[in-house]
């Protein structure tokens, strides 16, 4: 009989590249999905049929209890949160609840339902923030600079305490940027590759951006989900840094996403002070050496190829017509 897995953020990037995954492995995978009035399906519609859906929401305890009782999870992975910054500054405290506290809530559902479940905790390169060294391991202090930092730093600490107060099997993946096509329209490099498509199809003419220096350790989502699972094979639980090593900034992004249909960024792209952050993150990069000798895992796809596969997704759909995926509910 195959391992059952419940996912929250199931509709999220992260979470479908997920599902897929664990799918592909012989998995039951389950999902947590909240009820609104607006589903958003698309990212999960190639394979929705081989999935358990539960309707379960991170505010709520007693309906994340019912989903761990209705799942019988071996494993729990608990990727939903509000995970663009941004928001986080205009909606701090539904940020706190549902990205900070809505983590003990599922935790408090684990040791009471499925103690034995194998959990584990989306954490956030964010946590670093204003950062003290370069490159960012496992040890290095957090000093998160946005309400969605502080929240992850959180969702870190609580999952570190229960798995010392009560022996769960629960580790965290300090994950830095990870992108894909999936990836919501409202993140910069979604954002980028969405309108390189519609500038070279002649829907629009003019890119506006924030800060084109900020610089980020960005991989693919498809690689990263990959560890989320190593993480749960261990004998022991543990926190791991999962990142390229490498260090690209957004003027960097632009450059290759415009260069990909013969064009010059700097033709297109216009800073607008609007996009800038009240605290902004100026660099990240993470060191995975971690990540490398314990689980095995190293990434896949280079930067350059990230790049090239969201533009060309994004030239695909547009051309197309294809529906375009919402939000994210998952990072």
Not at 22 to 32: D, M, N, S
Not at 104 to 122: D, K, M, N, S, T
Not at 148 to 174: C, F, M, P, Q
Not at 303 to 314: I, W
Request: glycine fraction near 8%; hydrophobic fraction near 40%.
């Amino acid at each position: 009989m195959g391992k059952k897995a419940l996912i929250t953020g199931i509709t999220g990037q992260d979470g479908s590249y997920l599902a897929e995954l664990l799918l592909e492995k012989g998995y039951e995978v389950f999902g947590v999905v909240r009820r609104s009035s607006s589903k958003r399906f698309e990212r999960i519609a190639q394979f929705q049929d081989r999935v358990t859906l539960i309707d379960a929401d991170l505010l709520d305890s007693s309906s994340l209890a019912r989903a761990m009782e209705e799942s019988e999870a071996d494993e729990v992975y608990n990727l939903a949160a509000q995970s663009f910054v941004p928001t986080s500054f205009r909606q701090p405290v539904l940020t706190a609840e549902f990205t900070a506290v809505g983590v003990a809530r599922i935790l408090e559902a684990v040791r009471h339902v499925r103690p034995q479940a194998r959990f584990y905790q989306a954490s956030s390169s964010e946590m670093f923030g204003k950062v003290i060294e370069t490159p960012q391991t496992e040890e290095t202090r957090f000093h998160p600079r946005s309400p969605y930092g502080v929240a992850k730093v959180y969702g870190h600490w609580i999952t570190i305490n229960y798995r010392e107060a009560y022996d769960l099997h629960a580790s965290s993946g300090i994950l830095f940027n990870h992108e894909s096509p999936r990836r919501g329209l409202e993140f910069v490099t979604r954002k980028i590759t969405d309108a390189v498509a519609r500038i070279h199809l002649g829907l629009q003419d003019t890119l506006m951006l924030g800060n084109l220096d900020a610089r980020r350790d960005w991989g693919f989502a498809g690689d990263y989900v990959e560890a989320m699972w190593l993480m749960l094979q261990q004998d022991e639980p543990d926190d791991f840094v999962i990142a390229t090593g490498e260090t690209h900034s957004v003027r960097e992004f632009c450059e290759l996403a415009f260069k990909h249909v013969g064009r010059d960024y700097r033709d297109h792209v216009e800073t607008d002070p609007r996009f800038l952050r009240p605290a902004e993150v100026d660099l990240l990069i993470g060191d995975c050496s971690k990540a490398q000798k314990l689980l095995k895992w190293k990434p896949r796809v280079d930067f350059a190829g990230l790049v090239a596969m969201m533009t060309e997704a994004d030239l695909q759909r547009v051309s197309g017509g294809t529906p375009v995926g919402g939000a994210d509910s998952g990072d």
